[in-house]
């Protein structure tokens, strides 16, 4: 069996695959966390591959190495995109992967991916699976903070999903609908501009505030939470054949 390992700036995820089948998907807020909840799968797995955007998992790379074949991922490693973003050394291994999973359930036609995560990241592929990039923008939290941290008066404010109010009747309420709703119509316009541009899009959504963003977007799209460890399985298995 596979393992993906995702090293966000936030949290820890892990996937445990048969062949393209997701059969556990774990969650871990330290390297050792991630350590002691991997003791199960210690028979069963096979092979793993590291995606990430910290260097977190440099200290427990030596630590899965010796239980299993371990690789991380990187720039260089093929994938079954063409990579055509001008500065591909410098693109996160987040955003290309994330890019791979929405190809695996949709190869062969344009498809855009908004990850929702500490930044939003729109990530494109056309319909000759050619990455060609995207945009990042604040996520949800970080809006609030950015709010909070370069104005003298203006207080931090918690994300609340639950928030719907187009008119903020006090300050909190204000600060919560220019980050949520701001960041809702921001994506909704952002696929619009895209379908106008790409016959046949396909907008996938995915990242720990896809929640919302799904709750608020009108236009349509497919959901799937697990978009990047699918792309970062892909990726695996695509190496292991070769």
């Known amino acids: 069996m596979n393992l993906v390992l995702d090293f966000g700036n936030t949290r820890i995820k892990a996937g445990v695959f048969k062949d393209d089948t997701l059969i556990e998907k774990l969650i871990f807020n330290s390297e050792n966390e991630l350590l002691e ?41 093929p994938t079954p995109l063409t990579n055509l973003y001008k500065s591909a050394i410098t693109l996160g291994s987040d955003r290309l992967a994330a890019a791979v999973g929405a190809y695996t359930f949709f190869p062969n036609r344009p498809v855009l991916t908004i990850d929702a995560g500490t930044c939003i990241k729109y990530n494109f592929v056309n319909a000759q699976n050619e990455y060609l990039g995207g945009a990042i923008s604040p996520g949800l939290p970080m809006r609030l903070k950015a709010m909070h941290e370069y104005t003298h008066a203006l207080p931090l404010v918690e994300t609340d999903k639950g928030y719907n109010k187009l008119i903020g009747q006090n300050t909190a309420e204000s600060l919560l609908g220019g980050a949520l709703l701001g960041a809702a119509c921001e994506a909704d316009d952002m ?10 899009l396909q ?19 497919f959901a799937n939470p697990n978009i990047l460890l699918v792309g970062l399985n892909t990726i695996l298995n695509l190496n292991s054949e070769k």
């Open 191 to 200: 696929i619009s501009r895209y379908e106008k541009e790409y016959a046949g």
């Open 203 to 221: 907008t996938v959504i995915t990242g720990g505030d896809a929640d919302y963003l799904c709750k608020q977007l009108k236009n349509r799209f």
């Open 37 to 77: 909840g991997l003791n199960p799968f210690s028979t069963t797995i096979t092979r793993c591959l590291i995606g990430s955007v910290t260097k977190e998992h440099e200290p427990v790379i030596e630590a899965l190495s010796q239980k299993f074949n371990t690789q991380v991922f990187t720039k260089t490693m």
